[in-house]
């Protein structure tokens, strides 16, 4: 947000009016060149006149007896020569400026913009309560201070930007026009005594060597370059596995160890895999058994040929850093995470919450194989609505008549001599009540606020309203919205769920 160096020097050379009185009167060179004029015209005659007069008869404008009467004459033509060394070095010291200067433009500007961006929100007369905890608060202590830092950038954007009006004068008039395109210079100027004597021209060397030093720095060599993209990757990878986190948290999720790379949520156990470079890999298990993939494949830039063609991977980008937004999620690439984009955690949930349904919809209902008829019996004469006996299987359907701790005390009862049967009984029930509890704001549900057998699910949240359907005829299906007609992350936080026909399979 501040002036960089050689920016305070250009603004006083071009203060001082020196490069104005280079540009309209400067140093040139005269030379002469030959040329076939009128002899009226003709001031200095070139050696080679006469010698040329002789070879063409058709300048003649008569013969007499003592000679030839010449009517033009191969004159010597003097002619000023503005594309002298030092005003070569002038030019292509002013289109060095311009590049300079539109280039900072532009980064101020962005600076600017997410300034104003900020602002907007902080002053904003609605928040939604997705925000107000989280963004809001962060943004205004981390960002910036409104008083002092826009108004530095806004006197540095427009300093710069009068500059950029004064090099552009001054390259559509003067000896600028005169300097053809093709004249280079080398970086490494060498010593004139226009240079060293002339006081409009002494100033040209020392401004052009702090240019070309400035450009230099910001030269970066490849291996520097790929350490630069090396460092944003990881810092990619770091900001990810944050909202992964905090998404788990929103999920209520339960810690399993101290590296936060293995959480319980509901009957599953998550695990967080960050080893393979640009990617994150979620696995769900359930008593040891693979149940899910998801790969997270972090981009940091985004491509939009680039396809994925399994539906197990999830590309992620990180660009558009600066890039102005909404505060709804309206024309917002989901899969686009930055800190300047909200939302950033109910986009990451989605995915989870998404897998997590699939899930529990290619199991609905929760059946048990091969349970004795001791167990079947005495588990359906204790909770009927619960465990419903189907052949040698015993369904286990959800219901918030009976709690869970009454539940995992009577399978533990039941199958004292079974402990397999007891561990799919277990994760049956943990099934089941994963719903209970809305995945939205948290309440549980009630026996009102559900209905469910083995073809279909029904939960209406007492609290906030999301409703949620299961299906699993003809074709199986899930869906969680809210009743109002609310949707996106701004409203849902993410829990919005639609899998829409799935196979048996």
């Known amino acids: 947000m501040e002036m960089l160096s050689p920016e305070p020097d250009l603004e006083q050379a071009l203060a001082s009016g020196q490069w104005d009185e280079v540009s309209v009167r400067p140093r040139l060179d005269m030379h002469y060149v030959p040329e076939t004029l009128p002899v009226a015209r003709a001031k200095r005659v070139q050696a080679s006149a006469v010698e040329h007069l002789s070879q063409h008869s058709e300048l003649w404008a008569r013969r007499s007896i003592s000679g030839v009467i010449p009517a033009k004459v191969l004159a010597r033509v003097s002619e000023d020569d503005h594309a002298i060394y030092e ?19 532009s980064e101020v500007r962005a600076i600017k913009d997410g300034q104003r ?10 928040r939604h309560r997705l925000l107000t905890r989280r963004i809001c608060a962060l ?10 830092d826009s108004h530095a950038t806004s006197d540095t954007l427009d300093r710069l930007e009068r500059m950029r009006a004064h090099v552009e004068r001054l390259r559509r008039s003067g000896v600028y026009t005169r300097i053809p395109r093709s004249a280079r210079v080398p970086l490494a100027l060498r010593s004139t005594n226009i240079f060293q004597y002339d006081k409009r021209y002494r100033e040209l060397w020392p401004f052009w060597d702090a240019l070309v030093n400035a450009r ?9 370059r790929y350490e630069a993209l090396a460092a944003r990757q990881t810092a990619f990878l770091r900001y990810v596995l944050l909202l992964i986190l905090y998404a788990l948290r929103d999920m209520a999720a339960t810690e399993v160890c101290s590296s936060g790379r293995q959480h319980r949520v509901g009957p599953w156990d998550l695990e967080i895999d960050a080893e393979r470079t640009g990617e994150v890999r979620i696995m769900i298990r359930s008593r040891g058994k693979l149940l899910q993939e998801r790969t997270l494949v972090l981009l940091l830039t985004k491509e939009d040929e680039v396809v994925c063609c399994d539906p197990n991977r999830s590309p992620f980008y990180a660009e558009d850093l600066m890039a102005e937004g909404s505060i709804t999620d309206e024309d917002q690439d989901p899969r686009i995470l930055n800190p300047f984009k909200f939302f950033a955690v109910e986009r990451v949930r989605q995915v989870l919450e998404h897998d997590f349904c699939g899930i529990f919809l290619a199991q609905y209902p929760p059946a048990v194989d091969r349970v004795p008829a001791g167990i079947r019996d005495k588990l359906s004469s204790l909770a009927r609505l619960v465990f419903k006996p189907h052949g040698d ?7 918030s008549n009976t709690q869970a701790s009454n539940l995992y005390g009577w399978i533990s009862d039941a199958c004292a001599s ?19 509890r809305c995945r939205s704001c948290g309440v549980d549900a009630s026996e009102e606020d559900m209905s469910a057998d083995e073809r279909a699910l029904r939960l209406v949240c007492p609290s906030c309203r999301l409703e949620t359907t299961v299906k699993t005829s003809p074709a199986r299906s899930m869906t969680s919205h809210y009743t109002g007609g609310l949707s996106g992350f701004e409203f849902c936080g993410g829990v919005e769920v639609k899998l829409p026909g799935l196979s048996e399979d």
């Open 139 to 148: 943004w205004g202590r981390a960002w910036f201070s409104e008083a002092a």
């Open 418 to 436: 079974h402990p397999e049967v007891e561990a799919q009984l277990r994760y049956a029930i943990g099934l089941g009540q994963w719903l209970m």
């Open 216 to 224: 230099a720095r910001e030269k970066i060599s490849e291996s520097v």
């Open 117 to 126: 961006i900020a602002m907007k929100l902080e002053k904003g007369e609605e």
């Open 393 to 399: 299987r015993l369904l286990v359907l959800p219901s």
């Open 87 to 105: 005003n070569v070095v002038f030019a292509r010291l002013l289109d060095g400026c311009a590049r300079w200067l539109d280039g900072r433009i």
